[in-house]
Structure formats: structure tokens, C-alpha cells
């Protein structure tokens, strides 16, 4: 069943776009256990680690998910050191504007992913993504997790983003806000 869903969204890929509803009438399974089925392979492509299978797992966790009810799921991939998606993720995580998401994006943001750390602007541009979508939750916690992190943050490149965030949040009259430092500034 997996092989099959993989060369149908392979060719959802390859040929014109289809729907989201066009795409789940495919699934060959009964659309009342997407959800269910969904996450189930969505498992065992984390479990699997590997990295070829992720753009598989966020089309399937696109057509699966509704109302943000494999959130989780998202989560767990952003954490995981394996794959090439971060950007991906964070940006759909961004999009989202789900306040359970502020204490994965905090853990994400402090760690060091091999794939992003193997080209230069891949950390430094990451950090940015994820003050954005902090700020784009917009809740008090997510506010706290970056002030937190430009006041305590051990790596430069993390505190100099959030100081860069909270300046675009409280914005003040100071033309020196206009002048701080940035990640790119590091290379």
C-alpha cells in the first residue's frame, strides 16, 4: 500500500496538480481512516529515516491532516537530524500559527542539523525562519521564547536573530534598530 501511495503522489508530482479532495478519493483506503492510516505510515517513514521518503511524508501528512490534528507529527519531523525539509517545515509551521508549536520551534532553533550546517547561509537562514514563525504565532509564549532566547542564548547567531525579531515586534523611533547585526553578518 505505501509503494502504491508513494507512485501516486509521484505522479501528483510529475503531472498537473490535483486537489487535496482529488487526492484523498485516491487513496486506497477508506477516506474515513485517512487519518489513522496516515499517521501510521507517516511512523514508519520517521522510524525508517530516510531522507528520500520526506517529501512523500509531507504531501501524505498534507492530505491526512485536518484542523491541525497531526501537528505532532510535524513536530517530531522538525526535530529529527536526518532530512533535508527544514525549511519546509518551519514555513508550514509559520503558516499554521499554532501556539503548540512555540516549545518545538525553541528546541529546533538551539540545535545544529547536519544538512542545514553543511552549506553556509543554512543555520543562520533556519534561525531566521524560526524568529519568524515564532512571531507569527504571536502568543505571549511564543514573545517569551524569543526574548528568552535573545537574552540567554549561548550561540551569537540565535541571539542576534531574536534581538533582530524583537526589534521588528517593538519597533522604536532608534535608528540603530535599523543597523543591528543579522545572521549573515557571521560568514
Known amino acids: 500500500m505505501i509503494e502504491k501511495l508513494r507512485q501516486d503522489f509521484a505522479e501528483h508530482l510529475k503531472k498537473s496538480r490535483r486537489s487535496k479532495l482529488e487526492i484523498v478519493e485516491s487513496l486506497p483506503f477508506p477516506i474515513e481512516s485517512k487519518n489513522e492510516i496516515g499517521r501510521k505510515i507517516i511512523k514508519e517513514i520517521i522510524a525508517s529515516k ?19 490534528d497531526c501537528i505532532d507529527l510535524l513536530h ?19 503558516w499554521r500559527q499554532h501556539p503548540s508549536s512555540v516549545p518545538t520551534i525553541k528546541i529546533a532553533i538551539q540545535q545544529k542539523y547536519p544538512f542545514l550546517e ?3 547561509t543554512g543555520t543562520g537562514q533556519f534561525i531566521n525562519q524560526c524568529g519568524h514563525a515564532l512571531k507569527s504565532i504571536g502568543t505571549e509564549e511564543a514573545i517569551e521564547a524569543i526574548k528568552d532566547l535573545a537574552e540567554n542564548s549561548e550561540d551569537p547567531i540565535v541571539k542576534v536573530e531574536m534581538i533582530y525579531r524583537l526589534s521588528k515586534i517593538f519597533p522604536t523611533d532608534d535608528p540603530e534598530d535599523e543597523e543591528l547585526p543579522r545572521w549573515y553578518d557571521f560568514d
Do not use: G, T
Open 50 to 68: 530516510n531522507s528520500d521518503d520526506m517529501e512523500f511524508c509531507l504531501l501524505l501528512l498534507w492530505v491526512v491532516d485536518e484542523d491541525d
Open 76 to 94: 517530531e519531523i522538525l526535530l529529527e537530524p536526518w532530512h533535508r525539509k527544514y525549511d519546509d517545515i518551519i514555513h508550514n509551521l509559520q
Open 118 to 120: 553543511a552549506y553556509s
